[in-house]
């Protein structure tokens, strides 16, 4: 079973805070996906990743896939309220051919609050 | 929208009765997924189709869970004799495609909830 541990689970803090949260795993993935989740709404796609040491920015969202494809980071600079959600990463494990497989593991969340 | 609709977008039921969940995938779609997502929880895989072949249905708990597809379209995915364990939000996904870049587009999801 290939796991994805994200950290932490729970994050509160200040509009203007920056923050980082981590997806950390054993195994190596292929491809590597953020997604954001909003209450009683399904996840929507920020980014995907997929070569190692990867990085990816969208408007103040940094991404980053470890040089190793065993983990991945999301950084955000000067967090908005907007930006309150659940952060899902979800890896693409490579299959036993060496390709890609299409079926998704995803972590449990880093659940993020800014407050005004 | 043109959007993954889901519905019930609740279901409240007793123990021991059958549910029946639906998914309308965005058109055109040929991969669809289910997921299922407990409190505190990721998503978990429960099942998979593409196009005409045969659906992957490693992720089901159990024989209680069955899903079908029809018309390479709308998806159902049914739970017989519902237990208090079985409720969580019951997530629907569909994408063009499955390369690494594909993304998965979800519709909001049915909370069931078994008393």
């Given at each position: 079973?290939?796991?994805?541990?994200?950290?932490?689970?729970?994050?509160?803090?200040?509009?203007?805070?920056?923050?980082?949260?981590?997806?950390?795993?054993?195994?190596?993935?292929?491809?590597?996906?953020?997604?954001?989740?909003?209450?009683?709404?399904?996840?929507?796609?920020?980014?995907?990743?997929?070569?190692?040491?990867?990085?990816?920015?969208?408007?103040?969202?940094?991404?980053?896939?470890?040089?190793?494809?065993?983990?991945?980071?999301?950084?955000?600079?000067?967090?908005?309220?907007?930006?309150?959600?659940?952060?899902?990463?979800?890896?693409?494990?490579?299959?036993?051919?060496?390709?890609?497989?299409?079926?998704?593991?995803?972590?449990?969340?880093?659940?993020?609050?800014?407050?005004? | 929208?043109?959007?993954?609709?889901?519905s019930p977008?609740?279901?409240?039921?007793?123990?021991?009765?059958?549910?029946?969940?639906?998914?309308?995938?965005?058109?055109?779609?040929?991969?669809?997924?289910?997921?299922?997502?407990?409190?505190?929880?990721?998503?978990?895989?429960?099942?998979?189709?593409?196009?005409?072949?045969?659906?992957?249905?490693?992720?089901?708990?159990?024989?209680?869970?069955?899903a079908e597809?029809?018309?390479?379209?709308?998806?159902?995915?049914?739970?017989?004799?519902?237990?208090?364990?079985?409720?969580?939000?019951?997530?629907?996904?569909?994408?063009?495609?499955?390369?690494?870049?594909?993304?998965?587009?979800?519709?909001?999801?049915?909370?069931?909830?078994?008393?």
């Amino acid at each position: 079973t290939q796991l994805l541990e994200q950290s932490p689970q729970f994050l509160s803090i200040q509009e203007g805070e920056n923050l980082t949260v981590y997806c950390n795993s054993s195994s190596v993935f292929s491809s590597l996906q953020w997604y954001r989740q909003e209450p009683g709404e399904g996840p929507v796609l920020l980014v995907t990743v997929v070569t190692g040491g990867e990085v990816k920015k969208l408007k103040r969202l940094t991404f980053q896939f470890g040089d190793a494809r065993k983990d991945s980071s999301l950084h955000i600079t000067a967090a908005q309220p907007g930006d309150t959600g659940l952060y899902l990463c979800a890896g693409r494990p490579r299959s036993n051919s060496g390709g890609s497989n299409y079926k998704l593991t995803f972590g449990k969340g880093t659940l993020l609050t800014v407050n005004p | 929208g043109a959007g993954v609709s889901q519905s019930p977008s609740n279901k409240v039921t007793e123990k021991g009765k059958d549910v029946e969940l639906r998914c309308d995938p965005i058109s055109g779609h040929t991969a669809l997924y289910w997921y299922r997502q407990s409190l505190g929880q990721g998503l978990e895989f429960l099942i998979y189709f593409q196009g005409n072949s045969a659906p992957d249905k490693s992720g089901l708990p159990s024989d209680r869970f069955s899903a079908e597809r029809t018309g390479g379209s709308v998806s159902t995915l049914t739970i017989q004799r519902t237990q208090q364990e079985d409720s969580a939000v019951y997530l629907c996904a569909s994408s063009s495609g499955t390369s690494a870049y594909n993304e998965q587009f979800f519709g909001p999801g049915t909370r069931l909830t078994v008393l």
